[in-house]
């Protein structure tokens, strides 16, 4: 039987494909989307017609407790993805994002915490909270090193959504994905930038090539929240989920290039470059604690994921404004 279940950032990247995978595996999807003046869906619009008539939802704000209490009455379910995930905003607006994703997540525990009907609350973490790798694999042991406010806000969020775990009983588990991509991306994240350059004029304008990062499809990782989700045994948890692999930004520039047919031409562009000290080197995962409590897998390669990329932001290049560095 399928669960009642409430997304927050349904509209956005990760969890407009959360939303589609959760209502093909039989359960009442319910959407919780920040409102704005244009009262558009985000991502929720772009989904079949079929997926968006399952889906109710519900216009808020996380940093309103009310709109949080009324979308979270009768859930099974709450799968917690809304966030400021920007790192270059966070250092314009490190109060924008503090209170949305520490004052919102906390929004979202308490009125978890009060419902009778909630079997599960998945708290979404970030590969950003360990920091520059002081050793690879990372397991979930790794100390936890802020870099960027964005980071310090979500290191703050897994450590309050655990403390209602272990205070109040509350059956908290966290999700720590590595870098996500995929369809409906936005130029804020490093690969649709790339291949939405490489496809317009085929110059890319880039920050640092040297950092690493271990890239998960977006479609893993939605599979990923869905059995975290259903399993028991991660109750009180903090499980990592990536690939387990790693590549470097100038190594995947030349994947791309090759996935395109010919080779790109990059540029340093210097409003791109983070900050020395904030620069995260290198991140790898371990995900031997996913594999032990859900046999978990990805299911997709690194080419079959910047394949399926490719072609959407082809079919899509008019969303994106290339040229233009997006925070």
């Known amino acids: ?32 989307v920040r409102y704005n003046g244009r009262d558009d869906r985000g991502h929720l619009d772009r989904l079949p017609a079929a997926v968006q008539a399952a889906v109710e939802v519900h216009r808020g704000d996380l940093k309103d407790p009310v709109a949080v209490r009324r979308a979270v009455v009768g859930q099974q379910w709450v799968l917690h993805l809304g966030a400021l995930i920007a790192i270059p905003y966070s250092y314009q607006n490190p109060l924008d994002v503090v209170q949305t994703n520490i004052e919102g997540t906390t929004h979202v525990l308490d009125a978890c915490r009060d419902s009778p009907t909630l079997e599960r609350l998945v708290l979404t973490s970030t590969s950003e909270v360990y920091g520059t790798a002081r050793y690879t694999p990372i397991d979930e042991e790794h100390p936890l090193q802020a870099q960027s406010p964005y980071a310090a806000t979500k290191i703050a969020a897994d450590a309050l959504g655990l403390s209602y775990h272990r205070a109040f009983g509350l059956p908290v588990t966290i999700l720590r994905p590595f870098n996500t991509f995929g369809p409906r991306q936005s130029a804020r994240a490093v690969i649709p930038t790339i291949i939405s350059q490489a496809l ?41 989920i990536g690939s387990g692999e790693d590549i470097s930004i100038g190594e995947l520039v030349e994947r791309i290039g090759r996935l395109l047919g010919r080779p790109l031409q990059v ?13 995260v080197g290198r991140l790898l995962a371990r995900t031997d604690r996913a594999r032990q409590l859900w046999g978990w897998a990805p299911r997709y390669s690194l080419d079959d994921g910047l394949t399926q990329t490719i072609a959407w932001v082809r079919d899509n290049l008019h969303l994106f404004r290339v040229g233009h560095y997006t925070t």
């Open 1 to 32: 039987m399928g669960k009642a279940v409430l997304v927050t950032g349904a509209s956005g990247f990760i969890g407009s494909h959360l939303v589609e995978h959760l209502v093909a595996e039989g359960h009442q999807v319910r959407a919780f």
């Open 200 to 240: 317009a004029n085929g110059l890319v304008r880039l920050g640092s090539l040297e950092p690493r990062r271990d890239l998960t499809y977006v479609k893993d990782t939605a599979a990923g929240f869905a059995a975290i989700a259903g399993c028991d045994a991660a109750i009180g948890q903090v499980v990592n």
């Open 267 to 279: 540029q340093l562009d210097p409003q791109r470059v983070r900050p020395a000290a904030s620069e």
